[in-house]
């Protein structure tokens, strides 16, 4: 409940009149740093590239995709069963239930769901897909119905390097007779994606990454991933020819990841959407090279209105393969429309309850991610959906290894001149869970609201990851790369605790906290307090600039099976 | 085909001695230039088999290090910072100052490292460092707040931190140049960081002031 009066509360002042949305991404000869896009306009928007121009009202006959977010009746008693399935005291901990029970215990019934369904038709609003947790309808409709049902106007813009979107003017508003089953509109803008980039020199590629964060002796115990599926969610179309291209550069083993196209797939194969891609589905690869790697690919906002996170998340939890789902985009929490967060936190929801761990990155611009779009902007914010309290936020760093590629020590990412950093900072939206605690997290800066990030890993494209896009071998940064890593290290740890006879890890960052909290024969964390992340400063125990810190992973693993075996 | 040409021509003058030596020459030229075609398959990067599923494809790399850097030390403040010798090369050097001129993906900017006594306030470090800079005129605040400095400071310790516009003038002629400028103190010393470029190379995500950063983080302050 907590939760949601703080929502409604910043939602209330902030009169939803701005999205920005950024993805991580990755330049040619470049780093990954965020992207914007300016989501629901308004004439004080002012991103780096400069403002969106208005072009007029969207078409009437337009046909445009979206989203409707499904009331969940049962939504007390979701709370409840979180709580408890990841409480190690419960009777219920870690008994995951799956997309189609968590529709039936917590969605809406049936016959209300057939009864909106059947109103949505008559007022020429076609369902084109829904989901067994029954957390969203994806929709489609004419910008002309879409006007006069949700009382407000679609406009149409053209944002940076020409690109035409449409986006909303004013507040959707549910119909009375829609309020029982539907709670919020999302997805009404399809805001290009643009991208920004930064240069780096030197990267660490496999072996010095295995190293610095010790995943040698795990290797050497044939723990590789070998069972594990790790979703990595895309709005760009990934090079095979590059993955391969990485691999044997680096004596990898080839991967084809498996197609899981989302909404149609994206077919984005812009150097930066395809570069993100390479990169995440290669750090995964390089760190977890047995896992098999889902990617869960959807069309950008360009080319689907419906919020693509949402729906990409829900697909992973319907489709309940992967047990472990790695994002690296977001968006500026701050301005992020409360329907979309809500959709998104719905799903996200679901993914917990069936024992998926969603990691996202936490953002490229320190403590103030919106910046990452608008430079004027100087709010201290945080990254969505990293500040989500079902995700595990992967915040960044600046790694320092010997020139044998031993660990020899990390800062937080601190870039003040280039405007970057590891995101970090209280959420708008969120109470702070009650999992997230321990030395260092309660703090100068708490005020009660999500912490983040909750974690961190290397960073800074200084210190950045060998990567190979477009053909080339490039070295490349940001929080993009650090939740991949995160993603495959946890695809370690789980396949070396099933080894030693547990169970599915489930969402871990309660887990984290408590073994962080606890004094380990085998310290699971590198705790890290020199530097800041614009604004944050790293301390000693948890911070806001890189959370408990990086991992040691083998330490890690092992302090896993120690917790989940008490 | 045309490497042919010359050899069948020659044919007629097979029976000579001169005939022999080209021909002999020719044989062991062709047989070099299938020698080099052999290495050149073996060793390209690109004409590596195929990896197999689960199996690895060749031997990995050894471990590079992260980032390769070189030392520099104030003989006059005691403070050091490293800087990555191939991007960064030292322009001018004092006991208390280091001028380095980096260059990135052909774009240049000067960084310049700046040590004085303890007790200047960072503010006042910065004041002093941009009047004292050569080259440049009309150099004024930058009021445009995307360009704000935020959580300025030097070697992890907070300080200061301001922004410039100015004209960069050269014997070629002027043109708009961007001066950002970082100070700390920690009691025993105060450090500058100044970066001056053409607006059109340098700025935030320029890759330029990614550089400056590492630079101006890496500075370790006399204890």
């Given amino acids: 409940m907590r939760r949601r009066a703080i929502s409604q509360a910043r939602h209330a002042s902030l009169g939803r009149s701005l999205r920005w949305r950024y993805v991580a991404v990755v330049g040619v ?123 407000l106007r679609l406009n149409n813009y053209r944002g940076a390097g020409g690109r035409r979107f449409h986006a909303p003017i004013g507040k959707a508003i549910v119909p009375r007779d829609l309020r029982s089953a539907v709670v919020a509109v999302a997805g009404l803008n399809n805001t290009p994606i643009e991208s920004d980039a930064a240069k780096a020199i030197e990267g660490m590629g496999p072996a010095s990454a295995k190293m610095a964060y010790d995943i040698n002796p795990l290797a050497a115990r044939r723990i590789t991933g070998q069972g594990e599926k790790i979703a990595l969610v895309e709005f760009g179309a990934y090079q095979q020819s590059d993955l391969d291209g990485f691999d044997q550069q680096f004596g990898l083993p080839s991967v084809t990841p498996r197609d899981m196209a989302v909404d149609g797939g994206t077919s984005d194969a812009r150097a930066s959407a395809v570069a993100e891609a390479d990169l995440d589905l290669e750090v995964a690869h390089e760190i977890a090279p047995a896992a098999q790697l889902l990617d869960y690919n959807a069309p950008d906002a360009t080319a689907s209105g419906a919020d693509a996170f949402g729906a990409v998340v829900d697909q992973i939890a319907a489709d309940g393969q992967a047990s472990i789902a790695s994002v690296s985009w977001g968006t500026c929490e701050a301005a992020t429309p409360a329907a979309d967060i809500r959709r998104d936190e719905q799903a996200i929801e679901a993914a917990a309850a069936r024992g998926i761990t969603i990691l996202a990155a936490s953002g490229d611009a320190g403590a103030y991610t919106c910046q990452q779009d608008n430079g004027s902007d100087h709010r201290l914010s945080v990254s969505w959906p990293s500040s989500s309290p079902f995700v595990l936020s992967v915040g960044g760093t600046a790694l320092s290894t010997t020139t044998t590629g031993v660990y020899r020590g990390e800062t937080a990412w601190q870039d003040t001149l280039e405007q970057s950093g590891g995101g970090g900072g209280l959420s708008l939206d969120f109470a702070r869970p009650s999992w997230q605690a321990g030395p260092g997290v309660a703090n100068q800066f708490s005020d009660g609201r999500r912490q983040v990030p909750d974690v961190a890993a290397n960073a800074d494209p200084w210190s950045g990851w060998d990567a190979y896009t477009a053909g080339a071998l490039t070295v490349a940064g940001g929080t993009s790369a650090a939740a991949p890593f995160w993603a495959a290290s946890t695809a370690l740890i789980a396949q070396y605790a099933r080894q030693h006879g547990v169970r599915r890890l489930g969402f871990v960052d309660p887990m984290l906290y408590s073994i962080a909290a606890t004094p380990q024969r085998a310290p699971a964390f590198h705790d890290l307090t020199k530097g800041t992340n614009r604004y944050y400063p790293a301390t000693t125990g948890w911070d806001f600039a890189t959370g408990l810190g990086s991992p040691d992973v083998y330490d890690l693993a092992q302090d896993v099976v120690a917790y989940m075996k008490r | 085909m045309s490497v042919f040409v010359g050899p069948r021509a020659s044919r007629g003058t097979t029976g000579s001695l001169g005939g022999k030596i080209v021909h002999a020459f020719l044989l062991v030229f062709l047989l070099l230039i299938g020698l080099s075609i052999v290495m050149i398959v073996l060793v390209a990067p690109g004409t590596t088999a195929p990896c197999s599923s689960g199996q690895p494809c060749g031997a990995p790399p050894s471990a590079p290090a992260v980032i390769r850097e070189t030392a520099w030390r104030s003989s006059q403040y005691g403070f050091s910072l490293d800087y990555p010798g191939s991007v960064g090369t030292v322009s001018q050097q004092a006991p208390g100052r280091l001028v380095l001129a980096t260059k990135l993906d052909g774009h240049s900017a000067t960084v310049a490292i700046q040590g004085l006594p303890p007790g200047t306030a960072p503010s006042q470090a910065i004041a002093e460092q941009v009047r004292g800079l050569k080259g440049l005129s009309q150099l004024a605040r930058d009021g445009n707040p995307a360009h704000q400095l935020l959580g300025a400071g030097v070697g992890y310790v907070s300080g200061a931190g301001r922004a410039y516009v100015a004209d960069l003038t050269s014997p070629q002629g002027s043109q708009p140049a961007s001066v950002v400028s970082e100070a700390a103190s920690n009691g025993h010393v105060t450090v500058t960081a100044t970066v001056v470029g053409a607006s059109s190379e340098s700025g935030p995500r320029s890759g330029l002031y990614a550089l400056a950063d590492l630079i101006i983080n890496s500075v370790q302050w006399p204890r």
């Avoid at chain 1, 979180?82 to 016959?111: K, W």
């Avoid at chain 1, 007022?123 to 949700?150: H, K, N, W």
């Fill in chain 1, 29 to 151: 000869l470049a780093v990954a740093v965020a992207v914007s896009c300016a989501r629901q306009l308004a004439p004080a928007a002012r991103g780096r590239s400069g403002a969106p121009t208005p072009v007029g009202s969207t078409n009437p006959r337009t046909t445009i995709e979206f989203s409707l977010v499904l009331r969940l009746p049962g939504q007390a008693r979701l709370t409840r069963f979180l709580d408890n399935v990841e409480d190690p005291a419960s009777p219920a901990y870690h008994h995951f239930i799956d997309a189609a029970a968590f529709g039936a215990q917590f969605g809406l019934t049936r016959p209300a769901l057939n009864r909106a369904t059947a109103r949505l038709a008559r007022d020429a609003v076609q369902v084109t897909g829904s989901y067994p947790q029954r957390t969203a309808l994806e929709v489609r409709a004419t910008a002309g119905t879409i006007d006069r049902l949700f009382g």
